[in-house]
């Protein structure tokens, strides 16, 4: 069966960096969206970055500039590089896949065809 195991999450100063891994099991996606979305105690989920099969990739206004999203194919895992943290990031992050070829269901619908189960940034000032 299809999984998607997160890691790479834990605590970090603000400013510091880290990079959260997914790693995809049961199947191809290279022909898939994938993405990464957080959230926030009270809050709404939020989608953070998306990459299309293609390479390109869409991300959220309060992280661009800090964030890089990117895959290895060969690998079969995704790729979120965090740079210049900031206390609001502080979230459970969650990798995500979509079987379609564009990104329109997940990056606008917020739907996707599997989730991880989430790895946890706490972003301390």
């Known amino acids: 069966q299809v999984q998607l195991v997160e890691s790479g999450g834990g605590p970090v100063q603000a400013g510091g960096s880290l990079r959260l891994s997914c790693a995809v099991s049961g199947y191809t996606y290279s022909s898939a969206c994938m993405g990464w979305f957080r959230q ?27 964030f890089t999203i990117n895959k290895d194919n060969a690998k ?20 995500a896949v979509d079987r379609a070829p564009s990104c329109l269901k997940l ?19």
Request: hydrophobic share 30%.
């Open 107 to 125: 990056w606008v619908g917020s739907e996707a065809s599997y989730w991880g189960q989430g790895t946890q940034v706490t972003v301390s000032s």
């Open 40 to 66: 926030a105690p009270g809050k709404e989920r939020e989608g953070v970055a998306a990459i299309k099969s293609d390479g390109n990739a869409y991300y959220a206004d309060s992280v661009k500039g800090r």
């Open 76 to 95: 079969n895992t995704l790729y979120l590089q965090m740079n210049s943290l900031k206390p609001e990031d502080t979230a459970m992050y969650y990798c």
